[in-house]
Structure formats: structure tokens, C-alpha cells
């Protein structure tokens, strides 16, 4: 029976879809997520079940008799796909099946935000309510603000359609053009990246990392925000520099961020752990029970069947298997 590597558990029905498939060889619990260490542990094996946190690139792509990666998440950015393609393995993600949860979860850091949830939330529990008053916590209109997305794929349309039931304006940039009817269906204008810096109250990114998004947002594009304006990352830590960030939150040129992405992951910069008007969370923005389970079993339905020999369904090096 063929044999795969199953980086990090997943969740049902994934381990029994890949069970019918193969033998699943479980990699060591907390082990290191190096390159020669996954390298060691691949040998023999033909798929490799991985996620973000797996460094998949030569040293492991070229695994003599391995097929397929199949990567637990839409974002790809931890496997090098040319290298992949130049040894014959095929490449699979977990495209569409997390939209909703994550365009909840970009507009969830949006609002608690712009409202101060979070802040308000630790001041009641620390005994410092005493009592209504005009000027206690205030934050950011939602409802009719100007919103700019940056990246208006499957997740930033989704964060446009809820944008659309509070009303808001909204402005995208992407090098990719919505079709004219969803742009009238969404309300949505597309213009460049500068302009929607300089207009947005809400900046939203939904980029993949790649080496043209890293650092897209960075110290000329702070200084370019409205002061009021407030940043959304639920894509991937480095396409924000997360140092001028801190930067131009220091110097009051945005109102504030939430986050749910970093540049060095797990690693925050220090220096947004005490600020009051940035909300972080954990990687978060997929984790709903149904969307990681459907996750896990897209990922593993994409393994079983390349292990079967043919053709996953979410393959996106398709010259591998033609
Ligand atoms: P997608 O491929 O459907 O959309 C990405 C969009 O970005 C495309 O429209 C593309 O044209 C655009 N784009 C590419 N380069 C650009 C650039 N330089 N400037 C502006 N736009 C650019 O992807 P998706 O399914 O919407 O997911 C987007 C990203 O979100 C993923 O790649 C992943 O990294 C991230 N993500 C994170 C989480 C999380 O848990 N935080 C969950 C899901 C997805």
C-alpha cells in the first residue's frame, strides 16, 4: 500500500478518507518543521498532507517517488509550486470552502475595530465602568464608511457582499478587473492602490503572499491613510511590514488594525502587544467546526486521489498531470 505523510492532524473525515487510500504515517507530534527533518520523514512516502507552517521546496520536492502535496489551506506560499512542477509532484489547496468563514472573520476584526469591543471588553472586567458617559470609548462609523479592498478574489468578494448590507462604499484594488455585472451587483469601483489608500476609513487585504504582494503595505502607503483609517490583514503576515506598521500606529497615521496574520509567525512584533487599538488573533479567520473539517476533507479527497492516479481536483500545477 502506498504510504503518505500526514504533517499535523486534520480533522473528520479526513483521516478516514485518507485512510481508504493509504497508509498514513503520522509525522512526530510538536517535531521540528525543517526542511531536512520533513525531508527525513518523507522518504518512502508518495503524498505529503501539509499546512501552512510546512517549509515544502526543493530539499523535500525532491523526494525520489513523491506525487503530491496536498496543502490544508487556500494559500500556498509555504511550497515552492515551480519546484514542484520541475520534479513531477502535483500541488492541491483547499480553494472556496473557507470563503464565508474567513470574510466573517475579516469584517469581525473590521467592527471590533472600529467599536473598541476588545478594550471595552478588558475595561468592564478590570472594575473601571462606573457609569455612562458622552465621551467613553469612542470609535469609527461603520455603517456608510468607505471600504478598500485590496484583492477582490473569492474572500475579498465576500467581505464586499457583506460590506454592500452596511452600506458602505467600496473601492478595490486588484490587477484583475471584476467582471462589469459583479461590479454593479457589489457597488464596487476599482481604482489603484493609492487612491484607495488615500480613501478608504477601512483597508482590507485579501492578496495571496507572493514576492510582487510582500511588503505591499508599508511606509509610503501609512503615511498615504487617512488618520481615522483602519487596517484589516486576514491574507498573510509579510504582505504587511509589520515594523512600519508599529511605526505609523506610534505616529497616530492610521486609527488602528486587526489582525489575524504576522510577519513572523507565531512570532508578534512586541510592540503591538500593548496597543489598545489593535485587535490580534491567531490565525484564526477559517476556524469554524465546518470549514475545517471541510478543509480536511478536501485536502485528503485531493490526496486519495492522486494517490489513486488521477487527477485531484484542486491541482494547481494541472502541466503535471495532463
Ligand atoms: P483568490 O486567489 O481567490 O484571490 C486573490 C486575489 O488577489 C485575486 O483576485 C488576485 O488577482 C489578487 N491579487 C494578486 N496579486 C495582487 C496584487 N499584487 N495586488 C492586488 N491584488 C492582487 O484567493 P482567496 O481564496 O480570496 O484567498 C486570498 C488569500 O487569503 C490566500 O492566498 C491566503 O493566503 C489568505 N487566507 C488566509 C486565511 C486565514 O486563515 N487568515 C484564510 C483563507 C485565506
New binding site residues.
Partial sequence: MSRILLMHPILDPGPQILAEAAEVIAYPAGGPLDEASIRQAAEGCVGIVSQ?MDPIRETVLSTPGLKCVSNV?????NIDVAAATAHKVMVTNT??V??D??SD?AFTLLMTTARRVVEADHFIRSGQFHGWAIDMMLGQDIYGATLGI?????????VAHRAKGFNMRILY????PLPQEAEEQLGATRVD?NRLIAESDFISV?????P??QH?ISTPQFNAMKRNAILVN???GPVIDEAALVEALNAKKLAGAGL??YEREPAVHPHLIPMANVVLAP?????TVRTRSEMSAMAARNMATAVRGGRPPNLLNPEVKR
Fill in positions: 501552512l489551506a487556500v494559500g500556498f506560499d480553494p472556496g473557507l470563503d468563514a474567513t472573520f485590496i484583492g477582490i478574489g473569492r474572500i475579498g468578494r465576500g484594488y486588484d490587477p484583475q492602490l485579501h492578496v495571496p503572499l507572493t510582487e504582494t505591499l486576514t491574507s498573510r489575524d496574520v490565525h484564526i479567520a477559517s476556524a
